[in-house]
Nanobody
């Protein structure tokens, strides 16, 4: 199983970035996907999530209207489009895959990609 994030970078306030998360080794289309982030000195928090078929999304209040999550099940990839970036968005962004089957929960994490927003 591999979950690999990419696209993190140093960007100025107000800029945009698109993160990608490429998955392999499991049935991607059966998993709900999420982006989490962990800023300096902060706990990891949920940023955005999308259901397995892409029919439903949800966002943290802090990113609503600025970030957009999407997925391409044909490419086993989930994206996070980030616009109007703020210094508070500086964090390591992690991709998470999760599937619940009965009493079993399957979850995979990537290694993270650094996003730094400079004032």
């Amino acid at each position: 199983v591999q979950v690999v994030e990419s696209g993190g970078d140093l960007v100025q306030v107000g800029g945009s970035l698109r993160l990608s998360c490429a998955a392999s080794g499991f049935t991607f289309s059966a998993y709900d996907m999420s982006w989490y982030r962990q800023g300096p000195g902060k706990e990891r928090e949920l940023v955005a999530a999308i259901t397995s078929a892409g029919g439903s999304t949800n966002y943290a209040d802090s990113v609503k209207g600025r970030f957009s999550i999407s997925r391409d099940n044909a490419k086993n990839t989930v994206y996070l489009q980030m616009n109007s970036l703020k210094p508070d968005d500086t964090a390591v962004y992690y991709c998470n895959a999760v599937r619940v089957a009965g009493l079993e929960k399957y979850t995979y994490w990537g290694q993270g990609t650094q996003v730094t927003v400079s004032p």
